[in-house]
């Protein structure tokens, strides 16, 4: 069964930096794309970073250049680090994974980010 976990979310001031993980239980190489997703108080969850299979990424403009996805297949765990953060980062993170054959898209169970101002 896949399961993902993510860490490492908490409370920060504007401007600090945080870095997120997504642990799967299965090897990154079940999936074709994984990616982070955030949902903030009242507004519809959001793509915020993406890394393909072969390890292309893309980003929505509200985070580049202050984002940066990766992964570690050897730990079948994927990153999110994010610099320069500010109040609207606020949100709660979540991870996915989408397999195309299958067509199903897998998520954790959220971490919480919060940024003071």
């Known amino acids: 069964q896949v399961q993902l976990v993510e860490s490492g979310g908490g409370l920060v001031q504007a401007g600090g930096s945080l870095r997120l993980s997504c642990a799967a239980s299965?090897?990154?190489?079940?999936?074709?794309?994984m990616g982070w997703y955030r949902q903030a108080p009242g507004k519809q969850r959001e793509l915020v970073a993406t890394?393909?299979?072969?390890?292309?990424?893309d980003y929505a403009d509200s985070v580049k250049g202050r984002f940066t996805i990766s992964r570690d297949n050897a730990k079948k765990t994927v990153y999110l680090q994010m610099n320069s953060l500010k109040p609207e980062d606020t949100a709660v993170y979540f991870c996915?994974?989408?397999?195309?054959?299958?067509?199903?898209?897998?998520w954790g169970q959220g971490t919480q980010v919060t940024v003071s101002s």
């Open positions: 890394i393909s299979y072969g390890g292309l990424t």
């Open positions: 996915e994974a989408h397999n195309n054959v299958s067509s199903r898209d897998y």
């Open positions: 299965v090897s990154l190489f079940s999936f074709d794309d």
